[in-house]
């Protein structure tokens, strides 16, 4: 079964509690960031820190990933043999194919074969995000909206709802699917307001992206719980396969459900649904 990804939790690797906090928060995957949430003057350091950080996680039931520098930073290249024995490495600012070709290249020489999550924030990421999904051969395994840096370059202002970036969060979500990735939402900044959460959680999951990307660890908990099928879905897809299974509607190809014309794709659906929601027996 896919593995629920509801979860990505930013941890700084310049920030020693966090790292041992993280451990026992329950995300699904723990993200030791050496970008972003490090100083430049930091970045040697919270290097260092990266397999201290991994082995306290390796009980934590999550995917431990590391996001790098740039590989054409001064720290790329030093990240990157860093980070052999984490689950999978996050690049920042992919924008073309030959950026995943050149880091699979670089984690190769390193012997590392783990997978590869691209950040998709900047405009031109956005507009290459097709094929930078369907390349092959680079190990990606999943997408990450970066909604902080892609609204910073399209120089707009999300309101609550997101207007002007839900069409680029759209571009990411269909090339995800297109191509079997996993697709995960923006961060939320406010981490004191749970209901502008729930809101943005909520708009991410109608558009279909797997979980969130979080900064953190107060939004863990919501994100399980506005991420994945509610039990009114679950609900839903369970009468549909029962539908489907009656005598009545053996080798049909659409049937009537309390009013409704349900197809084949919907059992398919239901199928993939009540899988998420760890029912085995659909």
Known sequence: MRRL???????PASKPRAIQKA?????????????????SGEKEEARQAAETALQIW??????????INALETEWGAADIA??????AVVLPKIEQVG?????????????????????????????????????????LAGLIAGTNDLCKDLRCRPDHDRMAL????????????????????????HFLDPKGFRAEAEQGYVLGFDGKSLIHPNQVDLAHLYYGPSADDLEFAARVVAAFAAPENAGKGVISLNGDMIERLHLDAARTLLAMGGDNDA
């Open 5 to 11: 990804i509801r979860s990505a939790l930013f941890v």
């Open 23 to 39: 451990a026992h928060l329950g995300a699904d995957m723990l993200i030791l960031d050496l970008e972003d949430a490090v100083g």
């Open 58 to 67: 390796s009980g934590a039931g999550a995917v431990r990933a590391v996001r």
């Open 82 to 87: 860093a980070v052999a024995r984490a689950d």
């Open 99 to 139: 950026d995943l070709h050149e880091a699979r290249s670089a984690l190769n020489a390193h012997g590392s074969s783990i997978p590869i999550w691209a950040m998709i924030e900047t405009p031109k990421s956005v507009l290459s995000v097709a094929s930078i999904a369907a390349a092959t051969g680079t190990g």
């Open 166 to 189: 839900v069409p680029h969060l759209a571009q990411i979500v269909c090339a995800a699917r297109a191509s079997g990735l996993y697709a995960l939402d923006g961060v939320y900044n």
